[in-house]
């Protein structure tokens, strides 16, 4: 089972538009399309088919700011999102890492805080009745 980390091409976009919850939201596809053919937008691949993805930069506070991670879900519980998120940490070795999750994702709090990241804040009012879970992790 071995999970494979590179950078997302162009090429990708539709399939990217496939993911889970990333169509649902225009900015989210921005964003895909912004990163797309860069270091930010990361695929996995496992056994040579696009299992996840993740969107970063170093636009928040000019700080490392993991902003989307999908995981397809037949390819979930296979490593896929905790590897996405190690590489990410990788490329921001020194800096540290931040991300943010929904209250009602509790799979991925659980994910990011085996991962060691810890809670830095609440924002209500982005996805109206379920708040935004803000997390760091220390390097």
């Known amino acids: 089972?071995?999970?494979?980390?590179?950078a997302a091409h162009r090429?990708?976009?539709?399939?990217?538009e496939g993911f889970p919850h990333a169509s649902h939201y225009e900015h989210y596809m921005d964003f895909i399309?912004?990163?797309?053919?860069s270091k930010e937008c990361?695929?996995?691949?496992i056994d040579g088919e696009l299992a996840g993805f993740a969107v970063w930069d170093r636009g928040f506070y000019a700080r490392p700011f993991m902003w989307m991670l999908g995981v397809y879900e037949a390819f979930r519980g296979r490593g896929a999102a905790a590897a996405l998120i190690a590489h990410v940490e990788t490329l921001?070795?020194?800096r540290g890492l931040y991300t943010s999750t929904n209250e009602s994702?509790?799979?991925?709090?659980?994910?990011?805080?085996?991962?060691?990241?810890?809670?830095?804040?609440r924002l209500e009012g982005l996805d109206p009745g379920?708040?935004?879970?803000?997390?760091?992790?220390?390097t």
Do not use: C, S, W
């Not at 990361?42 to 691949?45: F, N, S």
């Not at 509790?106 to 809670?119: A, I, N």
């Open 1 to 6: 089972m071995g999970i494979h980390i590179r």
């Open 11 to 16: 090429d990708e976009l539709a399939t990217l």
């Open 33 to 37: 399309r912004h990163a797309l053919g």
């Open 42 to 45: 990361l695929v996995a691949e």
């Open 92 to 94: 921001n070795e020194q």
């Open 105 to 121: 994702n509790v799979p991925m709090q659980r994910l990011l805080e085996k991962r060691g990241f810890v809670q830095t804040g």
């Open 130 to 138: 379920d708040p935004e879970i803000f997390y760091f992790k220390p």
